[in-house]
Each structure stands twice: as C-alpha cells, then as structure tokens.
C-alpha cells in the first residue's frame, strides 16, 4: 500500500542504543521527520549530534549487536521498515533507498572495474546480466555527466578524480531508482568547484527523477541552497524542524540560532561556513546534562531548563522546536509528558 500522506519516508520516535561495558548509550533519541516525494530534506548539526546514524539507522546499518535500533514507524513508501526482517531490508537496500557516502574511495573496492560496482545493485536486486548491466551503467554515466563515459567503464577507482567517484557513486545509488536516497556529506571530501557541481547534480536528478533525497550536512550553506525542509540535530535528537525559508527568517531553537549567528556575514570563508562554533561543546551522550541536552551552552537558559527536558512545540504549520521557550504555559505548569 502506498503511503497515504503523499510522504516517501515518514519517521516517528526512532532510537538508537549502544551496549556498552559502562551500559547503555542512546545515541538517537526520539527521532521523527518525514520526507515528502521529490523533495530534499536536511539533517544539519555539529559533528556528533546523531546526523550519520540516523542515516545508519534507516538503512539497517547500525553495527549489531551493541547496536540497537527501534521506533514506533519507519515507513518507506508503504513499508514498514521498524518490522522488516534484515532479509527484508537487504532487498530494500540499494532497490528502494540507497546511500552515497562521504568518501568514495572506502566505499569502493581498488581492484575492481568501475562498472561492474556501479552495476552490482542490478546485479542482487534484477538479476541483470553483464552486457545489459553494462549497458545500463553506461546510460547512468551520462545521467550523472561522467565525461567519455564509455571509456570510464573499465577504469578502476584509483583512475577516476573524487568528483568522478562521487559522480559514480551517485549512479550506483540511483541504478535501481531508488525512492529515496541518503546523501551523507557528499560533497566534504571535494573541492569548493567540483563540490558545486555535485550539488547541482542532485538537484537535476530531483527535477527529472524525482528522487527524495535527506542531505546530511554541517554545512548550513548546501541547506539554504539545496533543501525544501530542515531538521536541525543536537546531541541525538532533532531540535528544530522547519521548512527552509522558516528555518532561515525565523529560527526558533537557541542553538539554531546560534548557528546561523555563527556564520560570518561578509568575508564569507568556507571554513568557517562549514564550522560554525558556539562556545562549548556537544556533551557526553552517556553523561548528557539534567534538563535541556543544550542548556549548558544556552544563552536563554531558564530554571525549568535545568529539570525538565523540554518537550515539543509546534509554532506554526510545519515549524516545532523542542524548547521551554516555547512551549505552551499549560504544558509548563502541568508537567505535559514529553
Ligand atoms: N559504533 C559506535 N558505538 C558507540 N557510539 C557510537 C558509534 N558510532 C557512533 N557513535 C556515537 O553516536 C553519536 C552520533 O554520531 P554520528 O556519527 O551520527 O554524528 P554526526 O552528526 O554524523 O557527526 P559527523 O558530522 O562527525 O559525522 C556520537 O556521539 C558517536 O560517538
């Protein structure tokens, strides 16, 4: 059954724990998002605030058995992920939604043509043989604008430049037209022109495919230019979901804020665009502070702030933020669950 909200992926109360010696870490709380047909969703945080495992999580490649995954629904187009067998979600895998990672290179193996890798999801999920396989891959190459692409087909990765893999990689995520595709950091490894180019790309192959794709990114630059909706991460939980425009004319989260705040103005450097800092740092997940994860950090900290975790309040249509300063007094006053 298609999924009646018109939502290509719909995520409601995802966690994600690690066993450990010292016990459990959570280290994806209470995730929920959706993903609309055709459109582009971004994740955006500080390094470690939960962006890659979310993606992780989705895909069914969390490290087992420390670790552990659940959620109330993961609904990817009328399939129920959170109960699928991984016999399931192997078949999901690389047919229905795919993954283009940071770094190219440690997701492909040396010794191997081009092709054949950017081929094999054809190869587990149709059953294809190799010429058409070939012949497919080589119709994929000119999607993603490879240059010669048939003389590409039988290079080995080593041969090719990082925006050439990323090019490749793009094609191996898109071969089987995946309904959704995760994009985690894409671009990181690239220089500042191929790293443009590589945006656009995706973006082309949104207009005239059609796929949604999350963009996983600390770069709140990439979100302005390539995202229709953004959650902003902190600490394993999404603290801020708005559709881009709001997110940009009217953050709501102090640490969005903070954020945007942190990106300078005129001299705009790279660098520091992909980095912005608000003073202190991302807390321990295993010693996370009373109240608010963010509070310590917090400029508008108040005294519930330091007790109570906050819960979620919706502003507008489309727009929550996970802060007391937000929330409705009742709910202040009557302890509403979180
Ligand atoms: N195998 C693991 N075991 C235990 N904890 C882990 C493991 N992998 C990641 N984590 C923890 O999960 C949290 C979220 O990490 P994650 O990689 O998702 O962050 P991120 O936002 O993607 O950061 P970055 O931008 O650096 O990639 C971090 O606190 C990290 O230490």
Same mark, same amino acid.
Request: net charge negative.
């Given at each position: 059954m298609a999924n009646p909200s018109g939502n290509v992926l719909s995520v409601r109360e995802l966690r994600t724990e690690f066993r450990g010696g010292r016990g459990n870490v959570r280290v994806l709380d209470d995730i929920s998002f959706d993903v609309g047909r055709g459109r582009i969703v971004g994740l955006v945080g500080e &390094?470690? &605030?939960g962006k890659s495992m979310t993606a992780l999580s989705l895909m069914g490649l969390v490290p087992k058995p420390q670790g552990q995954v659940s959620a109330k629904s993961i609904n990817l187009d009328g399939i129920e992920l959170a109960s699928i067998s991984p016999d399931g979600l192997r078949q999901i895998r690389g047919r229905d939604m795919a993954m283009v990672f940071q770094e190219p290179m440690t997701s492909l193996?040396?010794?191997? @043509?081009v092709w054949e890798q950017v081929g094999e999801p054809l190869r587990i999920h149709q059953g294809l043989g190799r010429r058409a396989i070939r012949d497919r891959v080589l119709e994929m190459f000119e999607l993603v604008g490879i240059p010669e692409p048939k003389a590409r087909l039988d290079a080995y990765p080593h041969q090719l430049s990082g925006g050439l893999r990323q090019r490749a990689m793009i094609a191996m995520g898109l071969i089987c037209e995946p309904k959704l595709l995760i994009a985690d950091e894409p671009t990181t490894a690239l220089d500042v022109t191929t790293q443009a180019q590589i945006l656009r790309l995706m973006q082309e192959l949104r207009d005239r495919v059609g796929t949604s794709i999350i963009m996983i990114t600390h770069d709140l630059g990439i979100i302005a230019e390539m995202c229709d909706e953004v959650n902003v991460m902190y600490a394993g939980q999404i603290v801020e979901q708005a559709n881009v425009f709001d997110l940009f004319e009217n953050p709501s989260h102090p640490y969005t804020r903070g954020l945007l705040a942190s990106i300078p103005k005129s001299t705009e450097s790279r660098i520091a665009r992909r980095m912005p800092s608000i003073p202190g740092m991302v807390p321990n997940l295993a010693r996370l502070p009373s109240g608010c994860r963010f509070r310590p950090r917090?400029? +508008? %900290?108040? %005294?519930?702030c330091q007790t109570r975790e906050p819960a979620v309040t +919706?502003?507008? @249509? +489309?727009h929550r933020a996970r802060c007391w300063l937000h929330a409705r007094q009742d709910a202040i006053s009557q302890g509403e669950p979180l």
């Open positions: &390094s470690g &605030s193996n040396p010794v191997r @043509k917090c400029t +508008d %900290a108040m %005294a519930i +919706d502003l507008e @249509k +489309d």
